[in-house]
Every structure is written in structure tokens, then in C-alpha cells.
């Protein structure tokens, strides 16, 4: 005969309890909001981005700071409309519930506390002078409702079963979706050096569209090629480019294997752009505490992020607000 006693079956049931309240909790998912579901053309769809409406226009006229919250209306598909280096601050944070286009003529910089993307949100890779600099500030808390659960036309229940607290700067996606392309993908992200001439400040590289996706401006970074010491790269500000040949300009100082010698063939050291053209910021208002990018209980949607740079993303000590979390 078994003897079970009643601590046991106490911790047992406990644990089942446990389990289905774990279960129930994480069960919720998210995805297509139903203002976006029902409308025509959708929001992903180039007809509704041909008829986009500028992002000024939510804006007054003139005004460069929203003291409150900003709304991306749902079924909508809006279009940033600055390009000559604009400071747009939204202080209440930006809710993204329909579509927000950034296109390649876009070159701004969008300071708020928080954004939220329960819609689209895209970008394409900016023409060449322009960059997007989206920058994430505050210390204080910020909760996401979830629109489909906690708004009725327009209104959002405070007291929402369903909020959910996402700390300070999230840059998180709600059953959204991230459509961000803004690098060329024809372009390589590294080739090898062929030549070095010191004298004439010239990086001559093995792969010619390499160099032809350079621009001036941009900024290389030559790997070290001693094993046990990674110091020694060198880091150069392109000034010009003609076919493989790359002029920076710093002195180059440091010796580097290359194809043509010193050193072997097989040992040619790499060259990288380090320039990205959209920046993802965070502000360090408390020590340690960054923004950071989450991708919220949305299993079943594509998220493409290609050639951003994130920068002062990541909160220390916090579990579940890394620089990216999916």
C-alpha cells in the first residue's frame, strides 16, 4: 500500500495550480488588430502607402513637440514627411496602430518615451546625407493596452486586465510588424584588403562593389591581424572612392596583410563599413538603464530588421529587457 501523505498532496496540487495559472498567463498572444483587418487596401499593401498621409499632419501646424501621446490611426498608413534633419519629440510616446512609413527620403530625428507597434511599422534605406535617428529618453514606467482588448473608439481602460508594465523606453511590437530594410542587400558587408598605399592614404580593396556601395563620409574599420592582439585595427573616414580604390582621411599608420603583401594571401585582413544610416538610441537617464526592443507575446508575425544600429539598448539587472528580445 502507498502512504501519501497530506504535505505532498498539498505541494502537488500547489504545483498544478501553478502550472495552469503559468499557462493562462502566457497564453495570450497577439497579432493583426481588427481595425486593420477589416479595412481595404490593408496597411502592408504599396496601394495604401502610394495614398499615405504625411506624419505632419497629426502634427499642428509649425509644432515640433507633442506634450501628450501620439496615435498612428488604425486602418491608416502614414508617411514621415521630414527631410532636412527635423527634431519631432513626442512626449507621451508614439502608438503606432495603423502603418508608419519611414521612405528613403526621410532624415530626422524622433525623440520619445516610448513606441509601441501594434500596427506596421517600415523603413527604407535612406538616400545617401540623410540618416533617422529614433531616440528613446524617460525613467519612468510605461504600459502598453493592447488595442483590440482594452480600447473601445479611441478610449483605453486604465484598469485593463490586459496591460502590461514594459519598464522605461521600450521599443516594442504589440501583434505588429517590424519591415525594417535600410541597407542594400546587393551590397557586401566586408571584403579583404588587395593593397595598401600609406603614402597616398589609399585602401585598394579585392571586392569593386564593396567599394561602390561606399559613400564619403561613411567610416571603415580595418581588422588587427595579430592574433593575440586586437588593437591594432585601424579605423578611417572615407573621403573618396574610385573603382577598388578607397582614399581616408587619417594617416595610416599601422601595417596590414593584405593580398598583394605583406604577409600571406590567405591572411589578408578584412575591411567592414561601420556606417549605418538609422540609429536606434537610447538615453541613459539612470545608470545602466537603457531603452530596449521587445517583440511582445507576437509568435506568428515576420519581423524583418536589417542595417540598424542600436546604441545604449539593454537594461541592467532587469530579466526580459535586453537590447532585442523576441
Known sequence: MMNVSSRS??????????????????????????????????????????????????????????????????????????????????????????????????????NTTSVVV?????????????????SLYGADDVYIYPHDNCCIDGACDSECDQRDNLAS??????????????????????T??????????TLTVENSMFASCLAVGDELVVAADEFYDDRQYGRYTIASVSGEDVVVVEDITKSFATLEGPGEPMFATEVTTLTRRVLFEGREDVANIGAHTIIFHTPDVLQT???????GFGQGGKLGRYPIHF
Open 118 to 134: 501594434q500596427g506596421m511599422w517600415s523603413m527604407t534605406t535612406p538616400d545617401v546625407g540623410n540618416t533617422v535617428k529614433i
Open 192 to 201: 579583404i584588403l588587395k593593397r595598401v598605399d600609406a603614402s597616398s592614404k
Open 9 to 110: 498532496v498539498s505541494v502537488g496540487a500547489a504545483l498544478l495550480l501553478l502550472l495552469f495559472f503559468s499557462e493562462t498567463t502566457f497564453a495570450v498572444s497577439y497579432g493583426e488588430l481588427t481595425c486593420n483587418a477589416n479595412v481595404s487596401p490593408k496597411i502592408n499593401t504599396d496601394e495604401c502607402l502610394n495614398g499615405a498621409i504625411p506624419l505632419s499632419f497629426l502634427l499642428e501646424s509649425g509644432t515640433t513637440t507633442v506634450s501628450s501621446s501620439l496615435d498612428i490611426p488604425c486602418g491608416t498608413c502614414y508617411k514621415v514627411d521630414y527631410t532636412n534633419g527635423e527634431t519631432i519629440t513626442i512626449e507621451g510616446g508614439l502608438n503606432v496602430l495603423g502603418r508608419l512609413h519611414f521612405p528613403s527620403t526621410a532624415n530626422m530625428v524622433l
Open 169 to 190: 523606453k521600450p521599443f516594442a511590437v504589440v501583434g505588429g510588424q517590424l519591415d525594417i530594410r535600410v541597407i542594400d542587400e546587393n551590397c557586401p558587408s566586408w
Open 305 to 311: 530588421i536589417q542595417g540598424v544600429s542600436f546604441k
